[in-house]
């Protein structure tokens, strides 16, 4: 298991790999590492002969008054937490190898539409924070196949996104989320929750559940199943940026055979998100 930090030698790595014809899978991270992460790591193991860990805070997807000063640097947590499941290389940059030009100097990656609703509403400039660093890390790396959590569901999106338009020639796979027996999705962000509210959180998961058997039993009042779940939610003490029954594939008005349901809350110090993907049959009916 390499350890990596230089772009340059990174490169020349991936690319005797290629030429030996192996395929490769690149697994981007921000550290901190979970069960979620490693399950990635796991899951790029089965899709690619060779599997590369990114291990970097990227500065850019943090809006003014976020954690970046504060969020968890664990790298030798990381790095052992790896050595369980030994992906071939960890590529571990410092700001200014990502960054030559420094943060204000570099060439940004914007996906309209996308990046300006839900989370980017309340959080501007960060999926182009996103776009950006995963942008680099593809051409970085030059992977066959990438793989990203569905708990972020609208990031997931901006990434196929930017990839589709980009013509960049990469795989995109959502990996499912991986929860605590609660419900609760795993989140480096979720150190930051008391035990109470540890407890109180995984209420935003049973929230969304029942939005999503609701409308598998046929219920089409959408905006009352978002507006009681909100009521309920709020009742629990989350404070709900949003909460909003949507098209899978593009965060429209709900029209389409493939649903999701998707919320971000605040609880406490913690900000969660979380959704549930609901398919509809072509006749309107939702498999069982």
Not at 157 to 176: A, M, N, S, T
Not at 195 to 219: C, D, P, T
Request: charged content about 25%.
């Amino acid at each position: 298991m390499q350890q990596i930090t230089k772009v340059k030698a990174l490169r020349s790595c991936v690319r005797d790999w290629h030429q030996q014809g192996q395929s490769v899978a690149l697994v981007p991270t921000m550290g901190n590492l979970h069960v979620g992460h490693l399950q990635l790591v796991k899951q790029a193991k089965k899709l690619a002969n060779k599997v590369v860990v990114s291990i970097f805070v990227n500065p850019t997807q943090f809006v003014a008054g976020e954690d970046f000063d504060t969020y968890p640097r664990t790298i030798k947590d990381d790095v052992a937490h790896l050595g369980d499941i030994e992906p071939d290389l960890i590529f571990i940059p410092e700001i200014d190898e990502v960054y030559p030009a420094g943060l204000e100097g570099e060439t940004q990656v914007i996906v309209p539409e996308l990046d300006s609703i839900f989370c980017g509403a309340f959080r501007p400039g960060h999926f182009t924070g996103v776009a950006t660093v995963v942008s680099k890390l593809l051409n970085m790396v030059q992977p066959d196949i990438a793989l990203f959590g569905n708990k972020d569901y609208q990031q997931l999106l901006v990434i196929k996104r930017l990839v589709k338009d980009l013509c960049i020639p990469v795989e995109i796979v959502g990996v499912e989320t991986v929860r605590e027996e609660s419900g609760l999705a795993l989140s480096s962000r979720n150190r930051y929750l008391n035990q109470q509210e540890k407890m109180v959180a995984a209420e935003l998961h049973q929230a969304l559940s029942g939005i999503a058997e609701a409308v598998k039993a046929g219920v089409d009042d959408y905006q009352q199943l978002e507006a009681n779940a909100v009521k309920h939610l709020e009742k629990k003490g989350f404070k709900i940026e949003y909460l909003s029954i949507r098209n899978a594939s593009n965060l429209g008005e709900p029209t389409e055979e493939e649903l999701v349901v998707l919320a971000a809350a605040w609880l406490g110090k913690a900000r969660l998100i979380d959704n549930i993907q609901i398919k509809r049959c072509r006749e309107g009916n939702f498999p069982p």
